[in-house]
C-alpha cells in the first residue's frame, strides 16, 4: 500500500504543479509581466520567470511518468481484465504525452521571444506594433498554448480521478471480463 500511495501521491502533485504553475504563468507572471514600463522588459522578465520554472517543470514531468509506470504496474491485472480500464490508460496517456510536447513546445518558443526582446512587446504574448513576424508568430503561438496547456493538465488530472473511481469494489466487479 505504501508504494501505490507514494506513486499516486507524486502522480497526483505533479499533475497539479503542472496545471497550477502553467495557469499562474498565463495569468500571473504574464500580466504582471506586461505592466513593465520599458517594453523590451515586458518578455525578457515573462522569459525569465518561465525560466526559472522550467527546472521543476522538468522535473515534475520526469516524476510524473515514473508514478505513472509504477501505479501501471501496480494495476497490471486491473488494466487487462475490467472494462474500459486499459482503454482509458492508453487515452491519458496520449494526452499526457501530447500535453508534454505541447509544453515543450512552448518553452522552445518561449527561448524565441526572449531572444527577441530586444524588439519590445505590449506583453510576454502581445506583439508590439512594428515587431517582426518571427517574434508575432511566436507569440500568437504562446498566446494560445498558455490556455491549452493547462488545459491538457486538467484533462489528465479529471482522467486521473476517472481511474480512481474505476477503482471503487462495484465498478472493479461490474467491469471485469471473463
Same mark, same amino acid.
Given at each position: 500500500?505504501?508504494?501505490?500511495?507514494? +506513486?499516486?501521491?507524486?502522480? #497526483?502533485?505533479?499533475? %497539479?504543479?503542472?496545471?497550477?504553475?502553467?495557469?499562474?504563468?498565463?495569468?500571473?507572471?504574464?500580466?504582471?509581466? *506586461? &505592466?513593465? $514600463?520599458?517594453? *523590451? @522588459?515586458?518578455?525578457?522578465?515573462?522569459?525569465?520567470?518561465?525560466?526559472?520554472? %522550467?527546472?521543476?517543470?522538468? +522535473?515534475?514531468?520526469?516524476?510524473?511518468?515514473? +508514478?505513472?509506470? %509504477?501505479?501501471?504496474? &501496480?494495476?497490471?491485472?486491473?488494466? *487487462?481484465?475490467? #472494462?474500459?480500464?486499459?482503454? #482509458?490508460?492508453?487515452?491519458?496517456? +496520449?494526452?499526457?504525452? %501530447?500535453?508534454?510536447?505541447?509544453?515543450?513546445?512552448?518553452?522552445?518558443?518561449?527561448?524565441?521571444?526572449?531572444?527577441?526582446? #530586444? /524588439?519590445?512587446? @505590449?506583453?510576454?504574448?502581445?506583439?508590439?506594433?512594428?515587431?517582426?513576424? &518571427?517574434?508575432?508568430?511566436? /507569440?500568437?503561438?504562446? $498566446?494560445?498554448?498558455?490556455?491549452?496547456?493547462?488545459?491538457?493538465?486538467?484533462?489528465?488530472?479529471?482522467?486521473? *480521478?476517472?481511474?480512481? &473511481?474505476?477503482?471503487?469494489? $462495484?465498478?472493479?466487479?461490474?467491469?471485469?471480463?471473463?
Amino acid at each position: 500500500m505504501a508504494g501505490n500511495l507514494l +506513486a499516486r501521491s507524486v502522480h #497526483d502533485l505533479t499533475a %497539479a504543479a503542472w496545471f497550477g504553475g502553467s495557469l499562474m504563468g498565463a495569468v500571473g507572471l504574464n500580466g504582471a509581466a *506586461a &505592466e513593465a $514600463k520599458d517594453p *523590451a @522588459e515586458r518578455t525578457r522578465l515573462s522569459s525569465a520567470g518561465w525560466m526559472r520554472w %522550467a527546472p521543476l517543470q522538468t +522535473a515534475a514531468f520526469a516524476s510524473h511518468l515514473l +508514478a505513472d509506470l %509504477a501505479i501501471a504496474w &501496480e494495476n497490471k491485472g486491473r488494466i *487487462a481484465k475490467q #472494462d474500459g480500464v486499459a482503454r #482509458d490508460t492508453v487515452i491519458k496517456t +496520449a494526452v499526457t504525452v %501530447a500535453g508534454a510536447a505541447v509544453t515543450l513546445y512552448a518553452g522552445i518558443l518561449g527561448k524565441k521571444v526572449d531572444r527577441l526582446a #530586444d /524588439q519590445g512587446a @505590449e506583453g510576454a504574448t502581445e506583439p508590439r506594433a512594428g515587431a517582426s513576424e &518571427e517574434l508575432k508568430s511566436s /507569440q500568437q503561438q504562446l $498566446k494560445m498554448l498558455q490556455w491549452a496547456i493547462p488545459g491538457f493538465a486538467a484533462a489528465v488530472i479529471i482522467l486521473g *480521478a476517472k481511474h480512481g &473511481e474505476m477503482q471503487r469494489p $462495484k465498478n472493479v466487479l461490474t467491469g471485469l471480463r471473463s
